[in-house]
């Protein structure tokens, strides 16, 4: 239903966005903000959810996952296609503080992020400040997020001290430590101590007793030892637990399961909190003291109706606080949130079984119930997975859906995958003086000795807009670096999405503090530019780089035949990204390939010329093959290319071979056409990698096969893990594909 809802959305024509709501947090209340926004867009309004982890773990599927029962995806609920089907933009971002006075969100390493609108939903972090020495010895339970990779990591490192008989000691006897006790037990086997440690008297302390002695009796058959009254004091080195009894209790593993504090960043927000320090909201969700801030989930005193903190009520919230966030933005009455004074707990025993806890039901145990716990689950979860978008349905990018282009944008490629193909650029430019000639990566400056000038730009590839314009900055440099130049200043022209004024002025603030961020790096001044608005957010540098002193520039066509061609990156940016957009791949997959074009190749320079480098350029829109072909055409040398050389990035041979890629790919794969050997098979993923489009690639280089070797060593060294030999220049025209040889 989603995926039909979504269409519709998607088609809908909306006027311009004139306010900016920002979700803070992907907890369990916004999730349902997400679906809603996904099922029907909210007039008016421009929405951008900021995360820490794009991937949001549910809960409840917590346990058994550690228990070895559901995988990590049954688990996760991927923000990404969620957000994307609704429009809403999608920051990945770790906030340190909220401005309410100011209506901005904070951040250690980016510009603020201005609202009119915030609603919270960011959880909690663990209460370890209160017991001196826990911090860096315990491993918190909460955010899961870090808790799932840290634990595996801990076993692992602690797999001896387990074996030879150390214990596991799991602090606090709520929900989460008796469950988390019993799924390390039905993951890890009998053979490993665990202890529970229990602070009073009784495990499961805000339950029914009844509900407390079952809990009891499955720690029992499971031979998971409870000590009551261990409160502990401190943690010293070992980890050895202080209790306040004196005792001290070493052990291999201590996980800390105990009561949740705030978040630190919220006593200087300027926003009323309650007496434990959590964001304090009346019946509507909205802040005491700042009616355009809501809060939901652990992160916010319900002061008309105080709950415990779990996820229940986090996910009850969802639905009011969706109303109420539409309701406040058009003007409109809010309605009440009336949480459930009795929910119902299905605790996960680890062994098949659930255990239920409700204040007028008996303490039931049994497989049914353990069933009935999954189905529930795994219903709440289907509710927020997307089906991909389908071929040729329109963009589901809120930057291809503002202004004028709403309901005619065609899923297009953005990032350096929007580029002309490498004949329609020849055929465009043709009639021109000069006409379609191979050109540099920069042209010299006509009567300015040593300075050169490039222009690069993209639709932007990501939603936010300084992340944005950092990969702009970065894509518009690598011409210059493809030359051997050192920057030296950049004109930009920027194109924000049509919005009102205060909100393009926000989108223009966002985008130019990114790309500044990126030049300023490099040493190259950000001298000027024009501003215009447009359907979708865009960035083009020029960029003017000087020639390094007693360096020439490095031109393309001083390849000689021999020669090797490294390549300093791995490829898949393009692929990634069109799978990305159209909701075919994971968000892990965007992550990686974004990680992938932050890569600096500034680095690669000095130890490619240390290595006798003869041609350069860098990979970019017509893809390796492409890029490769300038080279050997420039130097007048036919190409052998290894399409088994160059490094994949994770995840994308698979949907190179379902078919997948960016819409520049079949126009870049044109020379394959002509060429010889027996890979020249496009159906192969990875001749199809070839000639994926990249948008901040690396650089490619034709360097001696004497230095190869050495060269290729140095740039491993200096970081460039995924560098390889991809193939060679050779004396005989035209395009062959096989195995590089770098000693041929
Ligand atoms: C082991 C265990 C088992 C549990 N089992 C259950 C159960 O069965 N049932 C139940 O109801 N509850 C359970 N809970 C409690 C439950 O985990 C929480 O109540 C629930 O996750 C709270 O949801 P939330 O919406 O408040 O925030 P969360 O689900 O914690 O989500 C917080 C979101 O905010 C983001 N975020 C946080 N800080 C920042 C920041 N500074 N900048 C940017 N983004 C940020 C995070 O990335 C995340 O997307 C369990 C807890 C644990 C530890």
Same mark, same amino acid.
């Given at each position: 239903?989603?995926?039909?809802?979504?269409?519709?959305?998607?088609?809908?024509?909306?006027?311009?966005?004139?306010?900016?709501?920002?979700?803070?947090?992907?907890?369990?209340?916004?999730?349902?903000?997400?679906?809603?926004?996904?099922?029907?867009?909210?007039?008016?309004?421009?929405?951008?959810?900021?995360?820490?982890?794009?991937?949001?773990?549910?809960?409840?599927?917590?346990?058994?996952?550690?228990?070895?029962?559901?995988?990590?995806?049954?688990?996760?609920?991927?923000?990404?296609?969620?957000? %994307?089907?609704?429009?809403?933009?999608?920051?990945?971002?770790?906030?340190?503080?909220?401005?309410?006075?100011?209506?901005?969100?904070?951040?250690?390493?980016?510009?603020?992020?201005?609202?009119?609108?915030?609603?919270?939903?960011?959880?909690?972090?663990?209460?370890?400040?209160?017991?001196?020495?826990?911090?860096?010895?315990?491993?918190?339970?909460?955010?899961?997020?870090?808790?799932?990779?840290?634990?595996?990591?801990?076993?692992?490192?602690?797999?001896?001290?387990?074996?030879?008989?150390?214990?596991?000691?799991? +602090?606090?006897?709520?929900?989460?430590?008796?469950?988390?006790?019993?799924?390390?037990?039905?993951?890890?086997?009998?053979?490993?101590?665990?202890?529970?440690?229990?602070?009073?008297?009784?495990?499961?302390?805000?339950?029914?007793?009844?509900?407390?002695?079952?809990?009891?009796?499955?720690?029992?058959?499971?031979?998971?030892?409870?000590?009551?009254?261990?409160?502990?004091?401190?943690?010293?080195?070992?980890?050895?637990?202080?209790?306040?009894?004196?005792?001290?209790?070493? @052990?291999?593993?201590?996980?800390?399961?105990?009561?949740?504090?705030?978040?630190?960043?919220?006593?200087?927000?300027?926003?009323?909190?309650?007496?434990?320090?959590?964001?304090?909201?009346?019946?509507?969700?909205?802040?005491?003291?700042?009616?355009?801030?809501?809060?939901?989930?652990?992160?916010?005193?319900?002061?008309?109706?105080?709950?415990?903190?779990?996820?229940?009520?986090?996910?009850?919230?969802?639905?009011?606080?969706?109303?109420?966030?539409?309701?406040?933005? &058009?003007?409109?009455?809010?309605?009440?949130?009336?949480?459930?004074?009795?929910?119902?707990?299905?605790?996960?025993?680890?062994?098949? %079984?659930?255990?239920?806890?409700?204040? *007028?039901?008996?303490?039931?145990?049994?497989?049914?119930? *353990?069933?009935?716990?999954?189905?529930?689950?795994?219903?709440?979860?289907?509710?927020?997975?997307?089906?991909?978008?389908?071929?040729?349905?329109?963009?589901?990018?809120?930057?291809?859906?503002?202004?004028?282009?709403?309901?005619?944008?065609?899923?297009?490629?953005?990032?350096?995958?929007?580029?002309?193909?490498?004949?329609?650029?020849?055929?465009?430019?043709?009639?021109?003086?000069?006409?379609?000639?191979?050109?540099?990566?920069?042209?010299?400056?006509?009567?300015?000795?040593?300075?050169?000038?490039?222009?690069?730009?993209?639709?932007?590839?990501?939603?936010?807009?300084?992340?944005?314009?950092?990969?702009?900055?970065?894509?518009?440099?690598?011409?210059?670096?493809?030359?051997?130049?050192?920057?030296?200043?950049?004109?930009?022209?920027?194109?924000?999405?049509?919005?009102?004024?205060?909100?393009?002025?926000?989108?223009?603030?966002?985008?130019?503090?990114?790309?500044?961020?990126?030049?300023?790096? @490099?040493?190259?001044?950000?001298?000027?530019?024009?501003?215009?608005?447009?359907?979708?957010?865009?960035?083009?540098?020029?960029?003017?780089?000087?020639?390094?002193?007693?360096?020439?520039?490095?031109?393309?066509?001083?390849?000689?035949?021999?020669?090797?061609?490294?390549?300093?990156?791995?490829?898949?940016?393009?692929?990634?990204?069109?799978?990305?957009?159209?909701?075919?791949?994971?968000?892990?997959?965007?992550?990686?390939?974004?990680?992938?074009?932050?890569?600096?190749?500034?680095?690669?320079?000095?130890?490619?010329? &240390?290595?006798?480098?003869?041609?350069?350029?860098?990979?970019?829109?017509?893809?390796?093959?492409?890029?490769?072909?300038?080279?050997?055409?420039?130097?007048?040398?036919?190409?052998?290319?290894?399409?088994?050389?160059?490094?994949?990035?994770?995840? +994308?041979?698979?949907?190179?071979?379902?078919?997948?890629?960016?819409?520049?790919?079949?126009?870049?794969?044109?020379?394959?056409?002509?060429?010889?050997?027996?890979?020249?098979?496009?159906?192969?993923?990875?001749?199809?990698?070839?000639?994926?489009?990249?948008?901040?690639?690396?650089?490619?280089?034709?360097?001696?096969?004497?230095?190869?070797?050495?060269?290729?060593?140095?740039?491993?060294?200096?970081?460039?893990?995924?560098?390889?030999?991809?193939?060679?220049?050779?004396?005989?025209?035209?395009?062959?594909?096989?195995?590089?040889?770098?000693?041929?």
């Amino acid at each position: 239903m989603l995926g039909q809802v979504r269409e519709n959305a998607v088609h809908s024509l909306q006027p311009p966005p004139e306010l900016d709501l920002l979700l803070f947090g992907g907890g369990h209340a916004h999730v349902a903000v997400l679906r809603a926004l996904a099922m029907a867009p909210w007039p008016g309004v421009r929405v951008t959810l900021v995360t820490r982890e794009v991937l949001a773990p549910y809960s409840g599927m917590l346990p058994a996952h550690v228990a070895g029962t559901l995988s990590w995806e049954a688990m996760h609920i991927d923000l990404g296609p969620l957000a %994307r089907a609704g429009g809403v933009r999608l920051i990945e971002a770790e906030v340190t503080g909220i401005d309410a006075a100011q209506r901005q969100l904070h951040f250690a390493d980016r510009p603020p992020l201005s609202y009119d609108v915030l609603s919270v939903d960011s959880g909690i972090t663990p209460a370890l400040d209160e017991v001196p020495g826990a911090r860096g010895q315990v491993l918190p339970t909460k955010p899961i997020a870090t808790f799932l990779p840290r634990l595996t990591e801990a076993l692992e490192a602690q797999h001896e001290a387990l074996a030879a008989g150390q214990p596991i000691r799991v +602090v606090g006897a709520g929900a989460a430590g008796v469950e988390l006790a019993l799924a390390l037990r039905a993951r890890l086997g009998p053979a490993v101590s665990l202890e529970l440690l229990v602070a009073g008297e009784r495990i499961l302390p805000a339950l029914p007793a009844r509900v407390g002695r079952k809990a009891r009796a499955a720690l029992a058959a499971a031979g998971v030892a409870v000590r009551f009254e261990a409160r502990v004091t401190a943690v010293e080195d070992g980890p050895t637990l202080r209790l306040a009894s004196g005792e001290a209790l070493p @052990a291999a593993l201590v996980l800390w399961a105990t009561h949740a504090a705030p978040p630190a960043w919220l006593a200087s927000s300027g926003l009323a909190l309650d007496k434990a320090g959590f964001l304090a909201v009346g019946e509507t969700l909205q802040s005491l003291s700042h009616s355009e801030v809501f809060a939901a989930g652990d992160v916010a005193a319900l002061t008309h109706a105080p709950r415990p903190k779990s996820g229940v009520y986090a996910v009850r919230a969802g639905p009011v606080l969706t109303d109420n966030l539409k309701a406040f933005i &058009a003007g409109h009455p809010l309605r009440p949130f009336k949480p459930q004074r009795r929910a119902l707990y299905l605790l996960n025993l680890g062994d098949g %079984r659930s255990l239920a806890a409700h204040p *007028w039901l008996p303490a039931w145990v049994g497989r049914p119930l *353990w069933r009935l716990k999954l189905a529930i689950d795994e219903r709440f979860m289907a509710r927020f997975r997307l089906p991909p978008m389908a071929e040729g349905s329109a963009a589901p990018s809120l930057l291809a859906r503002t202004g004028a282009e709403r309901g005619v944008a065609l899923m297009r490629c953005e990032g350096c995958g929007s580029k002309l193909g490498p004949d329609t650029l020849r055929a465009g430019l043709a009639g021109l003086p000069g006409g379609a000639r191979p050109v540099e990566d920069a042209t010299p400056v006509a009567g300015a000795r040593g300075l050169w000038q490039s222009i690069d730009g993209f639709p932007l590839p990501v939603d936010d807009l300084y992340l944005g314009g950092r990969l702009a900055a970065q894509h518009a440099l690598s011409d210059l670096y493809a030359l051997g130049l050192e920057p030296r200043q950049a004109w930009a022209l920027a194109t924000v999405p049509v919005a009102s004024d205060r909100l393009m002025a926000r989108d223009l603030g966002q985008l130019m503090a990114g790309a500044e961020a990126t030049l300023s790096a @490099a040493g190259c001044e950000l001298a000027g530019g024009h501003s215009l608005e447009g359907p979708r957010a865009e960035l083009a540098l020029t960029v003017l780089g000087a020639e390094a002193p007693g360096s020439a520039p490095l031109l393309k066509g001083g390849g000689q035949a021999g020669d090797v061609l490294i390549l300093t990156k791995a490829l898949g940016v393009g692929v990634a990204l069109a799978a990305s957009a159209k909701g075919t791949a994971p968000s892990s997959l965007r992550q990686g390939a974004l990680a992938l074009m932050l890569e600096p190749s500034a680095p690669a320079l000095p130890v490619l010329r &240390a290595h006798g480098v003869r041609a350069l350029t860098d990979v970019t829109g017509f893809g390796l093959l492409g890029h490769a072909l300038e080279i050997a055409e420039a130097s007048g040398l036919g190409l052998t290319l290894d399409p088994a050389a160059p490094v994949a990035l994770d995840g +994308v041979l698979p949907l190179l071979a379902a078919g997948e890629g960016a819409q520049l790919s079949e126009a870049n794969a044109a020379p394959l056409a002509v060429a010889e050997g027996k890979g020249a098979n496009l159906a192969e993923p990875r001749v199809r990698l070839l000639c994926d489009p990249q948008t901040c690639g690396g650089l490619l280089a034709a360097v001696p096969a004497a230095t190869a070797e050495a060269c290729l060593q140095a740039l491993q060294d200096a970081g460039f893990a995924s560098a390889r030999a991809v193939g060679r220049l050779r004396v005989e025209a035209g395009l062959f594909l096989s195995e590089a040889h770098p000693h041929d």
